[in-house]
């Protein structure tokens, strides 16, 4: 009998149906995700589960679930899935680094570029009907073209950024990082590695690309909000929760910074009230890596991780390896 699966999510038909020639395949064609209590009553039995941002892979999770072999996200920040949980009890986890590279950062350089050039703020007073007459500073926003490209969290998405802005947009550009790049990578794009500080003093355009964890709860809250120039912008396309919302929104009401573009919120769907109420920030809905073409590149490299997972094979991008060198998953 083929082993069963649960794909939490709707997702690609074609992908699920390349899946159901492997596995039993349960999933989710509805709009919401299972709230917790029945995401666990729907892995009873399930080898493997495809999974997204939406579900929380946890201890109370997988001990409740202990047939459970693979967890494989349609994502690749993976801050939803306990990592530790899993391999301490040889649950392989997947997420999809690369398919979404470029795509993300096209979003991450446009939502940038929308914050500085106030194009949202522009458009939305023009449909309020309040375009009457030219005026020289109307909607005088900040320059993009050779300025300081300051980029937290220095990854792929960071360094296709960096691409963006050296090569196309003649940006000076700062970075920070847990750890410097390799010189070859710091001269494709002549980047310059700083303290945290320096980053934030010296930014026209801050773009955060850091993952999501315990340690970068709030790496940019008032205190940082504060060292950053009055008109310098600030992108947030990695995770709600890098960034402190209540305190940017503040710092956009009272112009310590001049605009920010958001992709991601603390507690999303859900967003703090007062980022609604403020005009010099765009709002997207977490949709930074939205292209059918990469949407699909993700769905099947997840696809592909449970099936290797399952059936003997080789995830190609697993997050703890380790689980596939201590037991044969199939
Ligand atoms: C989206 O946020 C992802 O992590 O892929
Ligand atoms: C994600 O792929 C990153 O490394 O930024």
Known sequence: TKPAILVARALFPSVLEGLQTQFEVSSNQGDEPYAPAELIARLQGKSGALITGSERIDAALLDACPQLKAVCNVAVGYNNIDVPACTARGVLATNTPDVLTETTADFGFALMMAAARRMAEAE????????????????????????????????????????????????????????Q???????????????????????????????????????????????????????????????????????????????????????????????????NVVLTPHIASATMKTRLAMAELAAANLTAALTGGTPPTPINPEVLARTNLG
């Open 181 to 279: 790049l390799p010189a070859e990578q710091e001269a494709e794009v002549g980047a310059r590695y700083v303290d945290k500080a320096t980053l934030l003093r010296e930014a026209d355009h801050l773009v955060i690309v850091l993952p999501y964890s315990a340690a970068s709860h709030h790496t940019i809250a008032a205190a940082e909000l504060a060292q950053m120039k009055p008109t310098a912008t600030l992108t947030n396309i990695a995770r709600g929760g890098v960034v402190d919302d209540v305190a940017l929104a503040e710092a956009l009401r009272n112009r310590t910074i001049a605009a920010a573009g958001l992709d991601v919120f603390e507690g999303e769907p859900q967003l703090h009230a007062g980022l609604l109420t403020v005009p």
């Open 124 to 179: 939305h007073a023009l449909r309020r009907g309040e375009w009457k007459r030219w005026s020289y500073d109307m909607f005088a926003g900040a320059e993009v073209n050779g300025s300081t490209l300051a980029i937290l969290g220095m990854g792929r998405i960071g360094r296709a950024i960096a691409r963006r802005g050296a090569l196309g947009f003649g940006m000076q550009v700062i970075y920070h990082n847990r750890s």
